[in-house]
T-cell receptor, first 115, second 113 residues
Framework: AQSVTQLGSHVSVSEGALVLLRCNYS??????LFWYVQYPNQGLQLLLK??????LVKGINGFEAEFKKSETSFHLTKPSAHMSDAAEYFC?????????????FGSGTRLQVQP | NAGVTQTPKFQVLKTGQSMTLQCAQD?????MYWYRQDPGMGLRLIYY???????DKGEVPNGYNVSRLNKREFSLRLESAAPSQTSVYFC????????????FGNGTRLTVT
C-alpha cells in the first residue's frame, strides 16, 4: 500500500517569503501525486496534480510542485507567500494501473504566514 | 452548482446511538468516498465506492457501514457510536478512481459523548 510523508506539521513564513512544503512517497513505482489545500471549516480543494509528462506542475494561486523520481518527492513551493495562503496543505498519492483504488493522504502541514 | 453536499453539518451522539451521514453529488461522478479527519492524522479512508454497485473497505472501516444508494448518493452509517468515532467526516467524489481529482463536501463534525 502507498504511504506518503509530509515533513513538518507546522511551517511558518513571513509574508513575501518562499513557501516550501515537503512531501515524499514510498512506492518504487511513481504514483499519481496531488496537493490539496484546506481552509478553516471547509473541505479540501485541489491545488495541482502530477500524472505524467512535465515534472514541474503549476497549480492555482501561484503554487507549483516538482516531481523528482530519484528522491521520491513532490514538494510544493510558492515564491512569495500571501496572508491568504494560511491554510492546511495535504499531499496525496494514488496507485497507477487498473483496478479500484483511492487516494492516500499525508498527515498535513499547517502553513502560517506572518505579516 | 452544489457539487458535493453532506448532511448534517454537526451532530452530537451518545455512546451506543446510531446515525447515518448523507452525501450526494451532482457532477455525474462514478466514484465516491468517505474519509475521517483527526488532528495530526490527515484524512483516513473509511470506505469508497469505485462505481455504482461496488463498495470497498479503506484504512479504517471498523464500526462503519456504507450504502451506495444510486450514482448520486453514498451514505455512511454508524450502528453503535463510540467516543473514538468523534471526528470530522468528509465525503468526496471523483470521475473515476486513480488519477481523477477528488471533490469534497464541507464535512460533518460529529461528537460522541
Amino acid at each position: 500500500a502507498q504511504s506518503v510523508t509530509q515533513l513538518g506539521s507546522h511551517v511558518s513564513v513571513s509574508e513575501g517569503a518562499l513557501v516550501l512544503l515537503r512531501c515524499n512517497y514510498s512506492s518504487s513505482v511513481p504514483p499519481y501525486l496531488f496537493w490539496y489545500v484546506q481552509y478553516p471549516n471547509q473541505g479540501l480543494q485541489l491545488l495541482l496534480k502530477y500524472t505524467t509528462g512535465a515534472t514541474l506542475v503549476k497549480g492555482i494561486n501561484g503554487f507549483e510542485a516538482e516531481f523528482k523520481k530519484s528522491e521520491t518527492s513532490f514538494h510544493l513551493t510558492k515564491p512569495s507567500a500571501h496572508m491568504s495562503d494560511a491554510a492546511e496543505y495535504f499531499c496525496a498519492v494514488s496507485d497507477r494501473g487498473t483496478g479500484r483504488r483511492a487516494l492516500t493522504f499525508g498527515s498535513g502541514t499547517r502553513l502560517q504566514v506572518q505579516p | 452548482n452544489a457539487g458535493v453536499t453532506q448532511t448534517p453539518k454537526f451532530q452530537v451522539l451518545k455512546t451506543g446511538q446510531s446515525m447515518t451521514l448523507q452525501c450526494a453529488q451532482d457532477m455525474n461522478h462514478n466514484s465516491m468516498y468517505w474519509y475521517r479527519q483527526d488532528p495530526g492524522m490527515g484524512l483516513r479512508l473509511i470506505y469508497y465506492s469505485a462505481s455504482e454497485g461496488t463498495t470497498d473497505k479503506g484504512e479504517v472501516p471498523n464500526g462503519y457501514n456504507v450504502s451506495r444508494l444510486n450514482k448520486r448518493e453514498f451514505s455512511l452509517r454508524l450502528e453503535s457510536a463510540a467516543p473514538s468515532q468523534t471526528s470530522v467526516y468528509f465525503c468526496a467524489s471523483s470521475a473515476w478512481t486513480g488519477e481523477s481529482p477528488l471533490h469534497f463536501g464541507n464535512g460533518t463534525r460529529l461528537t460522541v459523548t
